[in-house]
């Protein structure tokens, strides 16, 4: 089996890492933070930087052949674990705009900060292509 690097050109141009990599129908989606393709993390707050980086994720996915309900597992990276919690309405109102409303196994993690000091979270992902 060989594996296929997936990175999409629509996003930032990827330096020591790859945006997702196709492993037979597996696809291993690296951590998205709320960069555009400019590498800026977009402005506002935690609810903007959601709908950017799961849009990332999803660019991937669909790069790579997936499907939102491809999906299998989300782990989401948090600097404000609060911050999150308190927008959790309008943050599952744009999963359900983006992906539907199936979810995958899913983890929330707080960390101290994520790789660009402006961010205030990343998502993770693995999708199982044809797995409906």
Do not use: C
């Amino acid at each position: 089996m060989t594996n296929r690097t997936v990175n999409p050109q629509s996003l930032s141009k990827p330096s020591g890492y790859a945006h997702g990599i196709l492993a037979g129908n597996t696809v291993y989606l690296g951590g998205q933070t709320a960069l555009d393709k400019d590498m800026n993390v977009v402005p506002g707050g935690i609810v903007e930087q959601f709908r950017q980086a799961f849009s990332n994720v999803l660019t991937t996915l669909t790069e790579a052949g997936g499907q939102p309900q491809d999906l299998v597992s989300v782990t989401i990276y948090l600097t404000d674990v609060d911050d999150y919690m308190a927008n959790g309405r309008e943050i599952g109102r744009i999963w359900r705009e983006m992906a539907g409303s199936e979810y995958p196994a899913m983890a929330g993690i707080g960390v101290t900060r994520l790789w660009q000091k402006e961010a205030l979270i990343e998502i993770q992902g693995i999708a199982v292509i044809g797995n409906r």
